[in-house]
């Protein structure tokens, strides 16, 4: 999705080109109409999305588009895409059902669209010991915080944190990085995570808590002892836990991960949230107080959310059986371009 200079390319040797959007439909369909609004002078301010039942705040907005520098890069890129024969979305029918229906309906003049995931990676990772850790703790009992491969926090943040989950009195894995030096730069590993928790907080949380770097995600998502899950809600995260069942509540951090967290807040319900608005880029401090809520309200409530998100996780895995919506995706998509390609 971010090569589309390739298909010049395509276009001079005459083959067809696919796109495949690593997000979801629903941002598909921000990211289509952004651009048009855009062409036709129109402002972003609270939004009616095609692919949205409910409006989108400006608050959840992704930054790049709010920044006349990364918009023009972004509304490129959907133009583009509109170039294609067709987008492959990293989704399933069944969980973006309103979303893929309006991508499909031929009336936002769009390429067609193959929902063809989830497109996963599960294999083992190098265990960090949390699986061994895991394993001696009651079923559903741990939350687990992770904020994927670009996710730290400042060591303020860190604290806040720290005193959220000891007030929760819930079982914990955290996912704990230290934030890479630089803008780009990726987060490294704590030689010693105590010089930036409370002190003390260690030695209080031995039974019930593991502090650990870089985890095992899929495999610890996996674990029935893992009872909810604090994310960023990246796509693959977002469609790991979908695929293992396990509640989320959301803590976005940049990228399109607010937007996410708002499709899975207001428009699936299918999680809490300790925030769906969060920016790393604003600096701001989210307080211990926020925080525990948001746990406690993962791990102690709202029946219905973790209902809903146990029925999107049958279907989901269910798409990618025989016969299922994604897998016969796949097969029109091949039937599709070998059709092309005889033209
Ligand atoms: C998402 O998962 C795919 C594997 O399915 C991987 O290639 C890609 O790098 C992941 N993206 C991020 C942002 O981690």
């Known amino acids: 999705m971010f090569c589309t200079s390739m298909l010049d390319v395509a276009e001079g040797f005459g083959v067809p080109s696919y796109i495949y959007f690593t997000s979801g439909a629903a941002f598909l369909g921000f990211v289509l109409r952004a651009q048009e609004l ?8 609270e939004l009616a999305i095609p692919t949205l039942k409910h409006q989108l705040p400006r608050k959840v907005i992704p930054s790049s588009f709010l920044n006349k520098e990364w918009a023009s890069v972004v509304h490129t890129m959907a133009r583009d895409f509109r170039k294609t024969k067709g987008i492959l979305v990293n989704t399933v029918k069944e969980l973006e059902s309103y979303a893929v229906d309006s991508l499909s309906s031929g009336e936002n003049n769009t390429p067609k669209v193959y929902p063809l995931g989830p497109i996963l990676n599960l294999k083992a990772e190098k265990s960090d010991g949390s699986i061994q850790w895991l394993d001696q703790q009651p079923e559903s009992s741990v939350v687990f915080l992770c904020f994927g491969s670009m996710g730290a926090f400042n060591a303020e943040q860190v604290k806040e944190i720290a005193c959220a989950l000891e007030g929760s009195g819930h079982r914990f894995l955290w996912s704990l990085r230290r934030p890479g030096q630089g803008a780009w730069a990726s987060p490294t590993e704590y030689e010693d995570v105590s010089e930036v928790l409370p002190e003390g907080f260690l030695d209080r949380m ?12 899929a495999a610890v998502l996996a674990h029935r002892s893992v009872g909810g899950f604090v994310s960023h ?16 509540a959301t803590w976005p951090m940049y990228a399109e991960q607010q937007f996410n967290a708002f499709l899975l807040v207001e428009e699936l319900q299918v999680a809490t949230e300790v925030r769906i608005d969060y920016r790393t880029e604003s600096g701001e401090i ?5 925080i525990e809520r948001g746990i406690r309200s993962l791990m102690e409530e709202d029946c219905s959310r973790k209902t809903r998100m146990k029925e999107f996780s ?3 895995k269910g798409a ?14 091949f039937r599709d371009v070998s059709s092309a390609g005889d033209v």
Do not use: Y
């Not at 808590?209 to 985890?215: F, I, L």
């Not at 693959?236 to 509640?247: A, D, I, Q």
């Open 38 to 45: 855009h062409d036709q002078s129109k402002e972003l301010a």
């Open 320 to 333: 990618l059986m025989d016969g299922g919506s994604s897998s016969c995706s796949i097969v029109e998509f």
């Open 206 to 217: 031995r039974e019930v808590g593991r502090v650990t770097g870089w985890a095992p995600q």
């Open 286 to 290: 989210v307080s211990a107080e926020e």
């Open 314 to 316: 049958d279907q989901v």
């Open 233 to 248: 809600c990246g796509w693959n995260s977002t469609l790991e836990s979908l695929w293992f069942g396990v509640p989320m």
